[in-house]
């Protein structure tokens, strides 16, 4: 318990700290989004909050943005009129990839307005049944070697996986507790109630072991400070050989 005294100066500190928090909510520096063209100021998101993260027009994140960045540079290759299965769509994207592809599905385990009801640990679709598959911040929250070796069987060959989750590049080794399973414990542990492991640098033999070979995107400046992305986002493509 602190003191009355050390009490006030915590709740003026706190105050100070909240001010210096609003002022930042609806944008720091202009910024312009690479998906909708917008340029101006962007929204905070995120607790604890990441300030120009969402743009205000199309809703987009930085995550977002940066798949935009490697789509717009390869979808002429790798996208166009391709059979893509796209995992827990995020509005912005499932746009951009529907309109790209030759047959187009969003899938989701609960259905929650996804065209199919897919379960990515055990994917009831036909081996080598589609061309591309995305699911992004998907396998932090599932038991990702069944799920590799799913999209493994489900892809043709040559197949592409867009794969994307929260990863501590510093952290050697994929942190990962059977132990660990409150909410709050996996909160506190892998930071967010639902996920069940912190990727490490590892990520990459991780998503290889189930057969694919791997490569990554990440853009530096001047996308970063132009379109608010964030520093060490990576995208991995696995390809099935
Ligand atoms: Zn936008």
């Given at each position: 318990m602190l003191r009355p005294w050390a009490q006030i100066k915590a709740a003026g500190q706190n105050v100070n700290y909240a001010r210096k928090v609003w002022q930042r909510l609806n944008g720091v520096y202009p910024r312009e989004c690479?998906?909708?063209?917008?340029?101006?100021?962007?929204?905070?998101?995120?607790l604890p909050p990441r300030f120009d993260a969402r743009c205000p027009r199309c809703l987009s994140l930085e995550r977002h943005r940066h798949q935009a960045l490697w789509i717009s540079s390869n979808e002429h290759a790798l996208l166009r009129n391709k059979r893509i299965l796209h995992f827990a769509a995020e509005p912005i994207l499932r746009k951009i990839y529907s309109a790209l592809a030759a047959r187009y599905a969003s899938a989701d385990i609960r259905g929650d307005g996804a065209d199919m009801t897919l379960n990515l640990e055990q994917i009831d679709q036909p081996n080598a049944s589609w061309d591309v598959i995305v699911a992004n911040h998907v396998l932090e929250h599932v038991d990702d070697r069944k799920a590799l070796a799913e999209m493994h069987r489900v892809l043709a060959p040559g197949g592409l996986a867009i794969l994307s989750f929260p990863i501590a590049p510093l952290y050697e080794k994929t942190y990962e507790n059977p132990a660990i399973i409150s909410k709050a414990d996996r909160d506190l542990h892998f930071g967010q109630w639902d996920h069940v492991r912190y990727y490490g640098a590892d990520?990459?033999?991780?998503?290889?072991?189930?057969?694919?070979?791997?490569s990554t995107f990440s853009v530096g400046e001047p996308y970063v400070h132009r379109h608010g992305i964030t520093r060490n986002t990576r995208d991995f493509l696995a390809r099935k050989l």
């Open positions: 690479n998906i909708c063209g917008y340029a101006g100021m962007f929204r905070a998101a995120g990520a990459a033999d991780r998503i290889a072991a189930a057969g694919f070979e791997v």
